[in-house]
């Protein structure tokens, strides 16, 4: 499973640059796992290589999948907060029969922001600016307001249709303010749709580890595939006060699958703190930071 072509490449180029550096922790090589591959095929890439060398094999898929849709998740939502940013929320309430944002990876390290509504009875969008994701900047000379709608492409549409499906279901609300991220995904040719439905926060709120979601949908937007909550709960810490302090770090502990998630790998980047997760099917305690996942303890005794 991959992110589609455009979106991919943007995830590696553009998170594994200054944003991830952003997130805190210094490039080592960690000592091999038990139960990783003997070989790694000569063709590999830097975080392929990493991962087959320090991962057990049955967690290479699952832990590549998070470390790319958690950077694609943190590249959208920054870039949806730039554009914003340049914009001004004052402006954008003016949005009338507004219903939220999508993104469109323009090739060229640009991604198109725009934000979309209902203009006499049919979705359109209403505003679009491109930023520069490389340099983390909206670009000003880009701000297009459409006081008729601008009709939306195929993709465009079928991202707002699965958004608004995601947002209309029952789900576990953890905070007042949710950001919505959506991308197109490729599974063995089988194209689909990911929205991620994110717990907002402030720098006056509770650090959010619980309530963010994942829905997948047929790539027309309008069939749901399934759905995936990562936390049965609310789980928040204190709010954060002031810069990060050396040694500082978040844990939680993870009951929904084996592995960590993009949304563990996400939450890291967001907060630039290493986050500690104990899976609790296999005692595996793992670490998100930002040259990725890795290893604290097996769960058998052997510890990094």
């Given at each position: 499973?991959?992110?589609?072509?455009?979106?991919?490449?943007?995830?590696?180029?553009?998170?594994?640059?200054?944003?991830?550096?952003?997130?805190?922790?210094?490039?080592?090589?960690?000592?091999?796992?038990?139960?990783?591959?003997?070989?790694?095929?000569?063709?590999?890439?830097?975080?392929?290589?990493?991962?087959?060398?320090?991962?057990?094999?049955?967690?290479?898929?699952?832990?590549?999948?998070?470390?790319?849709?958690?950077?694609?998740?943190?590249?959208?939502?920054?870039?949806?907060?730039?554009?914003?940013?340049?914009?001004?929320?004052?402006?954008?309430?003016?949005?009338?029969?507004?219903?939220?944002?999508?993104?469109?990876?323009?090739?060229?390290?640009?991604?198109?922001?725009?934000?979309?509504?209902?203009?006499?009875?049919?979705?359109?969008?209403?505003?679009?600016?491109?930023?520069?994701?490389?340099?983390?900047?909206?670009?000003?000379?880009?701000?297009?307001?459409?006081?008729?709608?601008?009709?939306?492409?195929?993709?465009?549409?079928?991202?707002?249709?699965?958004?608004?499906?995601?947002v209309g279901r029952e789900w576990l609300r953890c905070s007042?303010?949710?950001?919505?991220?959506?991308?197109?995904?490729?599974?063995?040719?089988?194209?689909?749709?990911?929205?991620?439905?994110?717990?907002?926060?402030?720098?006056?709120?509770?650090?959010?580890?619980?309530?963010?979601?994942?829905?997948?949908?047929?790539?027309?937007?309008?069939?749901?595939?399934?759905?995936?909550?990562?936390?049965?709960?609310?789980?928040?810490?204190?709010?954060?006060?002031?810069?990060?302090?050396?040694?500082?770090?978040?844990?939680?502990?993870?009951?929904?699958?084996?592995?960590?998630?993009?949304?563990?790998?996400?939450?890291?980047?967001?907060?630039?703190?290493?986050?500690?997760?104990?899976?609790?099917?296999?005692?595996?305690?793992?670490?998100?930071?930002?040259?990725?996942?890795?290893?604290?303890?097996?769960?058998?005794?052997?510890?990094?």
């Open positions: 499973m991959s992110p589609a072509r455009g979106q991919r490449r943007a995830a590696f180029a553009l998170a594994l640059g200054g944003a991830l550096a952003a997130a805190g922790g210094e490039a080592r090589t960690p000592a091999p796992a038990s139960g990783t591959a003997a070989g790694v095929p000569a063709d590999a890439t830097p975080e392929q290589t990493r991962i087959m060398r320090t991962i057990p094999v049955e967690f290479h898929e699952s832990i590549a999948l998070a470390e790319t849709f958690g950077r694609l998740m943190f590249a959208h939502d920054r870039a949806a907060w730039l554009a914003t940013e340049l914009v001004g929320a004052r402006k954008l309430r003016k949005l009338k029969g507004g219903e939220g944002w999508l993104i469109t990876d323009l090739e060229e390290a640009q991604f198109r922001v725009t934000w979309f509504g209902q203009v006499d009875g049919e979705r359109r969008a209403l505003l679009d600016i491109d930023v520069d994701v490389p340099a983390w900047k909206a670009l000003p000379d880009t701000e297009r307001w459409h006081k008729t709608g601008r009709p939306l492409t195929d993709e465009e549409l079928a991202l707002a249709r699965a958004q608004r499906d995601a007042n303010g949710y950001n919505t991220v959506s991308f197109p995904v490729t599974d063995d040719e089988h194209r689909m749709i990911h929205v991620y439905l994110l717990a907002g926060d402030t720098d006056d709120t509770p650090v959010h580890l619980g309530g963010d979601h994942r829905f997948r949908y047929e790539a027309d937007g309008a069939t749901l595939i399934d759905a995936f909550s990562n936390t049965n709960s609310c789980i928040n810490h204190p709010p954060r006060k002031g810069k990060k302090k050396d040694g500082e770090a978040l844990m939680v502990t993870h009951l929904k699958s084996p592995a960590p998630t993009e949304f563990h790998f996400f939450r890291m980047l967001n907060y630039r703190l290493p986050i500690y997760v104990m899976t609790v099917d296999n005692r595996m305690i793992w670490i998100a930071e930002s040259t990725g996942f890795r290893i604290v303890d097996d769960g058998k005794g052997k510890t990094d």
